[in-house]
């Protein structure tokens, strides 16, 4: 079965330090993982993709096979950062998407 | 153009009504998506049309009927709907590969409520 697990619903931080916002997937096939975030009254939209290896924003993230994970990162909060962040699985236009985390920056 | 656009913005209708929401894209995307979000949920994936022909439909109620009448244009036809539809309503666009998955752009959405 295809699932995306996010098990924190919020994650709160201190301006400045490090952030770690976790994801796992259950997929058969060979899927890409996606990091969505939505901002406040903005659309959601991509932060980055597995196959990209890009720094967005100052967030990484690295596909983890073995432990089915794709975990995002970021060595310095900023305020800006404070979003609903949603981990997704997808494959041949099929996008699923994880329960999501807020990240809330504290100042 | 990068956007995808829906119209209206936000909808009030009765069970009883029959309305539709529309969403346009003009990025030469051949697969365009309806997702339902509830409040503080993640969206859900209710159609997927690739190259103009329905390729998903997730077990949706027929009260809702999506159409797509050419590749930028993607309908959504709502009748009889019921109280618990309330939501936003998302379209999204992508290129269509047969193997990987591929970024989906995202519309503003349609906020949907049923009384």
């Known amino acids: 079965a295809q699932r995306v697990t996010q098990p924190e619903k919020l994650l709160s931080v201190f301006k400045g330090a490090p952030v770690e916002l976790k994801c796992n997937y259950s997929?058969?096939?060979?899927?890409?993982l996606f990091w969505y975030v939505q901002y406040s009254r903005q659309r959601l939209q991509l932060l980055l993709r597995?196959?990209s290896r890009e720094s967005i924003k100052g967030f990484t993230a690295d596909l983890n096979k073995g432990e089915t994970s794709f975990h995002l990162k970021k060595p310095f909060a900023q305020e800006e950062d404070s979003a609903m962040y949603y981990c997704?699985?997808?494959?041949?236009?099929?996008?699923?998407f994880g329960s999501g985390t807020r990240l809330s920056i504290r100042p | 153009d990068t956007e995808v656009t829906q119209t209206p913005k936000h909808l009030v209708m009765g069970m009883t009504n029959k309305k539709s929401l529309k969403c346009e894209q003009h990025?030469?995307?051949?697969?365009m998506y309806w997702y339902k979000q509830k409040a503080k949920k993640p969206p859900e994936l209710m159609f997927v049309?690739?190259?103009?022909?329905?390729?998903i439909n997730e077990s949706v109620p027929s009260r809702f009927s999506p159409e797509c009448p050419n590749s930028s244009l993607l309908n959504l036809h709502l009748h009889a709907l019921q109280p618990e539809d309330s939501a936003l309503y998302l379209c999204?666009?992508?290129?269509?590969?047969?193997?990987?998955?591929?970024?989906?752009?995202f519309g503003q959405g349609t906020r949907l409520t049923v009384v």
């Open positions: 999204a666009s992508s290129q269509v590969f047969a193997d990987r998955g591929t970024e989906a752009f």
């Open positions: 997929y058969s096939g060979s899927p890409e």
């Open positions: 597995h196959i």
């Open positions: 997704a699985v997808g494959s041949a236009s099929k996008i699923i």
């Open positions: 990025m030469g995307h051949r697969a």
């Open positions: 049309y690739s190259y103009e022909k329905l390729s």
